[in-house]
């Protein structure tokens, strides 16, 4: 599977942005989605994942009440809404695909390129 994260931008603190995960090849529906993000000098963290079929979703706690994450199986998308932005989730956030809703990212084979999130104070 193939994907694409786009939707970054820059944004004011306690604003909002909408990340999607656009994905080609069959079987989309056979992968759990995550989310996950690298800010500079730091490592990768998870941010979502979400399970094949939609009905369960995972958060870091540190987005937790701000973020969701939703799928479209039909338009082979994946969003993540994010909300109450703050400074600290400046990052490059990225989409990946694997086979359980893990939240290490060594455990996600297929990877779209980042989109940069920039949040001002």
């Known amino acids: 599977v193939q994907l694409q994260a786009s939707g970054g931008g820059l944004v004011q603190a306690g604003g909002s942005l909408r990340l999607s995960c656009a994905a080609s090849g069959r079987h989309f529906s056979a992968y759990t989605i995550g989310w996950f993000r690298q800010a500079p000098g730091k490592a990768r963290e998870f941010v979502a994942a979400i399970n094949r079929s939609g009905g369960s979703t995972y958060y870091a706690d540190s987005v937790k009440g701000r973020f969701t994450i939703s799928r479209d199986n039909a338009k082979n998308t994946v969003d993540l809404q994010m909300n109450s932005l703050k400074p600290e989730d400046t990052a490059v956030y990225y989409c990946?695909?694997?086979?359980?809703?893990?939240?290490?990212?060594?455990?996600?084979?297929?990877w779209g390129q980042g989109t940069l999130v920039t949040v001002s104070s």
């Open positions: 990946a695909a694997a086979t359980a809703p893990y939240s290490d990212s060594y455990r996600y084979k297929w």
